[in-house]
């Protein structure tokens, strides 16, 4: 399994990125996919879930700013990210669960973003 994240970079407040995973090795399509962050200090924490059937969930702290897609023919996660505020700069990882939660899955290497004025 491999997923690769990219598309993170420097913003302005205000500003936005787009960030892509390309996931090969597994079927892709079956998978729940999700986006997690971490900042200096902090723990990792959840950011965004896809479904395979392409429900999605947000933390509280991004709802309404950020949108998880995919496009399971590119076998890609995406994470749309608007209005982004410094307090989102963070290493953002891609992470495919197991079905069976209780088992550790697979994370990507992570792509960082930094939002400073």
């Known amino acids: 399994v491999q997923l690769q994240a990219s598309g993170g970079g420097s913003v302005q407040p205000g500003g936005s990125l787009r960030l892509s995973c390309a996931a090969s090795?597994?079927?892709?399509?079956?998978?729940?996919m999700e986006w997690y962050r971490q900042a200096p200090g902090n723990q990792r924490e959840l950011v965004a879930s896809?479904?395979?059937?392409?429900?999605?969930n947000y933390a509280d702290s991004v709802n309404g700013r950020f949108t998880i897609s995919r496009d399971n023919a590119r076998r890609t996660v995406y994470l749309q990210m608007n209005n982004l505020q410094p307090e989102d700069t963070a290493v953002y990882y891609c992470?495919?669960?197991?079905?069976?939660?209780?088992?550790?899955?697979?994370w990507g290497r992570g792509t960082l973003v930094t939002v400073s004025s």
């Open positions: 992470y495919r669960p197991q079905s069976d939660r209780a088992l550790i899955g697979n």
């Open positions: 090795g597994f079927i892709f399509k079956y998978n729940t």
């Open positions: 896809i479904t395979s059937g392409g429900s999605s």
